[in-house]
């Protein structure tokens, strides 16, 4: 780390990371002293039994917030599996796609093009209801651009679209639904925007989430499924089965304990701020200070359609390479790190996860405002 990067009063820098993302102090100074000795019980999280009392009581209390925050009614199983997200791109066919079987995809960004490739694998007669590649994924369809052919089993979306900077979304920043045929349930990939906003569960048959960004750290994935789609539709490997993995709590084998355990604090930490509403207002207002400069300063150039702008990652670009590039550098040393746009997308990219402070946004709007002055 050199010298030269201005940290904030906490002693650290501003981390516009799309994921792993930043994560809210509490909860890592809380983190700190449970690995040492977690409820005085002098073992650190790391090292207790995933079968022991403490273990018991650090699922439980995760699961319980989970359900609270969501409002999670109990024919939803709520698993903390592994494999991140991608391996829902398979675990999710593998239960509920039977051989040959038609699925619609809704194809929204990179991690949606992979969802779309992936179930390639269980069957041939899928189909993608809507792409979004020939407009370079600037925006979620309209209903009336989602055209589904054969009833499908399932719908999937993926509601948040990091690398891109979209999200299903309405003017007021909750989230839009796709329309999905009468009685099909919706997947959706919730990743980026887990927890972010107001989220109706029911409206779903299954969310999951890598923990990663919103919800926690690497090393579990959240699953949230409503109980008649554990079943599996084919004979599957144990640790496939949604149905085991529910029924034994996520403790099949050794789960991910410290994963759990972090978004187990993630969770206390957002029913601290006042649960999903309040999360979601100040999300809109951190968001707001970045697209009022993009708004309001033609050198910059935004990549969503300003009806899908995403709440979570917002896209832009200098007038060109070079001046990203310095773009970066600078904030960097200005103590806003991460800000590199994905390899895929160039520019830039500042991911405001719920953990983000407010300051970190307004600091990162007043800079794009001074750059854009100094090289206009
Ligand atoms: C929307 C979305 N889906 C899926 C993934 C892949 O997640 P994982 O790395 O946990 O497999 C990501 C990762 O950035 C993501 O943003």
Redesign the pocket.
């Known amino acids: 780390m050199t010298s030269a990067v201005k940290h904030t009063p906490s002693g650290r820098v501003f981390n516009f990371s799309?994921?792993p993302g930043c994560l809210p102090e509490e909860v890592i100074r809380q983190a700190q002293a449970d690995l040492w000795d977690i409820d005085g019980t002098g073992v650190g999280i790391l090292e207790h039994s995933h079968r022991g009392k403490t273990f018991d009581k650090v699922l439980a209390e995760a699961e319980e917030n989970c359900r609270k925050i969501g409002n999670i009614p109990a024919n939803y199983k709520v698993m903390f599996l592994t494999?991140?997200?991608?391996?829902q791109n398979f675990m999710v066919p593998a239960n509920i796609l039977p051989d040959d079987g038609v699925a619609a995809f809704l194809t929204t960004?990179h991690?949606?093009e992979?969802t779309w490739e992936e179930v390639k694998v269980y069957s041939s007669k899928c189909y993608e209801a809507w792409d979004g590649r020939p407009t370079k994924h600037t925006c979620c369809p309209a209903d009336s651009e989602i055209s589904y052919k054969d009833k499908p089993v399932y719908v999937h979306m993926?509601s948040?679209?990091?690398?891109y900077g979209t999200q299903w979304r309405h003017a007021d920043g909750t989230i839009r639904l796709p329309k999905v045929p009468d009685g099909v349930p919706l997947v959706c990939?919730?990743?980026?925007d887990m927890y972010s906003r107001p989220t109706d569960v029911t409206k779903f048959g299954l969310i999951y989430a890598?923990a990663?960004?919103n919800v926690g750290v690497?090393g579990t994935?959240l699953v949230i499924a409503r109980e008649d789609l554990l079943k599996p539709v084919r004979k599957l490997p144990t640790m496939l089965r949604y149905d085991v993995q529910a029924k034994d709590q996520s403790r099949h084998n050794t789960p991910p304990v410290f994963a759990i355990y972090l978004s187990g604090l993630v969770f206390k930490w957002i029913l601290k701020q006042g649960g999903l509403s309040a999360v979601h207002a100040a999300n809109m207002a951190k968001a707001k200070f970045i697209y009022d400069v993009l708004d309001s300063t033609p050198f910059y150039k935004g990549h969503a359609r300003p009806d899908s702008r995403s709440l979570m990652n917002i896209t832009f670009r200098c007038p060109t390479e070079a001046l990203d590039d310095a773009f970066v550098k600078e904030a960097q040393k200005n103590g806003m790190d991460q800000l590199k746009g994905h390899r895929n997308t160039g520019g830039m990219r500042a991911s405001t996860y719920n953990a983000m402070p407010a300051e970190g946004c307004k600091a990162l709007a007043d800079f794009m405002q001074d750059f854009a002055k100094r090289n206009g």
């Open positions: 799309a994921g494999g991140g997200a991608t391996s960004g991690w949606s992979r993926c948040n679209n990091t690398l990939d919730m990743s980026s890598g990663q960004k690497a994935t």
